[in-house]
């Protein structure tokens, strides 16, 4: 698909990977309305959105309500690509999670998408066109330790993309998932409660854009999965294939890092 003139919805685009996809798409000559709580920081993407040339629709949009999402895709009218980028995470011992917070966490990263994908299939099927792109995570595909809540919402993403992909692809629309390993965002900040984020997890973070440039590569050529970097890849397949074995390293890396 070329991207240009084309419009996008993209929801968490207030920062981060959200942020970076806006412009990336915008970049590609795609019209954007973008969707999330923080309208200053929303209405700023906007801005650098349109400052490439392309439209830009800032509209404030808590994926948790089913409501605001149908606003959301309503402001954009014909929907060709919708990204369902919005997201957080609270990392915590299973022991610990507070029951309420894995609640919020399913809410907003599983539930989000279900209202965003329910709001606009009735126009891409009627259409027999459109592209949904899913951002789950390598934490979709295997379980960390101290990330069991968050994990969860991303396996749960997944089964749903699969699922997804095989009602509506002989219908003409088609479905994406692209799973990013660690990236460097406001979303460690918040994952671990204020706290900056290990040098050990910077040191291996992609920069959003590079996430944001996935994005748009699957809207443009519908390829079903993406994991990203390399190395998450190679380590994602390794999981795939033997999964004691990954976990086993896992967790020995982990213990390592945590007595340095
Ligand atoms: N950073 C990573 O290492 C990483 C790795 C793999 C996958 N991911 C996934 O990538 C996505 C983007 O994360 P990021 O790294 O870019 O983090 P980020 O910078 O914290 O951005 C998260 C975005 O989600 C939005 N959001 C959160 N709750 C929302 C809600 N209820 N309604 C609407 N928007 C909401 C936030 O906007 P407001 O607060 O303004 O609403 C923000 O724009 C998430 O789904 C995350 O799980 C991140």
Known sequence: ??????????????????????????????????????????????????????????????????????????????????????????????????????????????????????????QMLERSEGTIVNVSSITGIMGFARMGGYCATKFALIGFTEALRDEVLSRGVRVALV?????????????ERGMMPTASRLMIAVKPQRVARAICNAAEDGRYRRILPLLAMTYMRLKELFPRFAHFLMRRTSSLLERK
Do not use: W
Not at 50 to 78: F, H, M, N
């Open 179 to 191: 799973c990013p390993g660690t990236t460097d965002s406001e979303f460690f900040v918040k994952a």
């Open 1 to 122: 698909m070329d991207l240009r003139g084309k419009t996008v919805v993209i929801t968490g685009a207030s920062s981060g990977i959200g942020r970076a996809t806006a412009i990336e798409m915008a970049r590609r000559g795609a019209n954007v309305v973008i969707g999330a709580r923080r309208m200053p920081q929303l209405e700023e993407t906007a801005a650098a959105c349109r400052a490439l040339g392309v439209s830009a629709i800032a509209v404030q949009t808590d994926v948790t309500k089913p409501e605001e999402c149908k606003r959301l895709i309503d402001a954009a009218q014909r929907v060709d690509v919708l990204v369902n980028n919005a997201g957080f995470a609270i990392f915590d011992a299973i022991a610990d999670a507070d029951p309420g917070e894995l609640r919020e966490l399913m809410d907003t990263n599983y539930f989000g998408t279900v209202h965003c994908t329910q709001a606009v299939l009735p």
